[in-house]
């Protein structure tokens, strides 16, 4: 979402025009995001006062994941959050109870309010066996100020008191995508992926086996490609150059 539709609140050029013209064609598409703090609503009617026109249907964050895949491991099992609202309604849609009492799990996922007393109980909990989850691992996020601590800090000072690592839901972690492709029934070898993060979005739709595109509008330029062992099938200057565009889908990496 952020850096390839929108970028500091404002519709990247030629997103709406191309949310629109999947729409007409009928081209099932998912708007994803590690950002757990907002349910789908709310990210619906952000998206919507940038003039992108994207139903609550077509959005999935990394609460959700998260929600799916605990779902999975334990239905109807019990969780202590650190999170808004992202994160505890994806919880109790899944059939999760949310407690501080012997929990099945710890969640750590984003919000701008961390307090040191719910830091600390996640970290007894965890000493006392609840197993250690995390929404996504950024370190930190974007303000007009300059950077924030995220989940990954947090999550890091939590690892570093009880000695235990999570397990990262989100981006890099494929499980994101699949989990998506889920949703609306789609498959590796006829979906595309396109980021704008070499180390979240592009290695994780690699492992998942889609096709990827990086776009140049969020964090990613043309040098940090060469840092990574691995390279996208397409780079392109935005999403823009998608518009009026035929199946995207190619047998090799291009420029």
Do not use: C
Request: no cysteine; aromatic share 6%; hydrophobic share 40%.
């Amino acid at each position: 979402m952020d850096g390839v539709l929108v970028h500091e609140n404002q519709a990247v050029p030629g997103a709406a025009e191309l949310i629109r013209q999947w729409t007409d064609q009928g081209s099932p598409f998912l708007v994803l995001t590690n950002n757990s703090i907002f349910t789908p609503r709310d990210l619906a009617a952000r998206l919507r006062a940038s003039g992108l026109d994207v139903p609550e249907r077509a959005i999935w964050t990394s609460a959700m994941a998260t929600a799916d895949f605990l779902a999975s491991q334990i239905p109807g099992g019990s969780a202590f959050v650190i999170g808004e609202a992202g994160l505890t309604t994806a919880l109790h849609e899944a059939g999760y109870i949310l407690t501080e009492t012997d929990p099945d799990y710890v969640v750590v996922g984003e919000t701008r309010n961390y307090s040191f007393e719910a830091i600390t109980k996640a970290i007894r909990l965890i000493g006392g066996g609840a197993r250690f989850i995390v929404t996504n691992p950024d370190a930190t996020g974007p303000s007009s100020e300059g950077p924030l601590p995220a989940t990954g800090a947090i999550a890091a000072l939590i690892t570093r008191a009880t000695g235990r690592t999570p397990y990262v839901v989100g981006k890099p972690n494929p499980m994101m995508f699949r989990s998506a492709m889920n949703r609306i029934g789609a498959h590796s070898e006829s979906t595309a992926m396109i980021g704008d993060r070499m180390d979240t979005d592009i290695v994780a739709g690699i492992e998942a086996g889609l096709h990827t595109i990086l776009v140049m509008t969020g964090i990613s330029d043309r040098a940090e490609i060469d840092r990574y062992p691995f390279r996208p099938d397409e780079v392109l200057g935005s999403v823009a150059d998608l518009l009026d565009a035929g199946p995207v889908l190619s047998s090799g990496p291009e420029d």
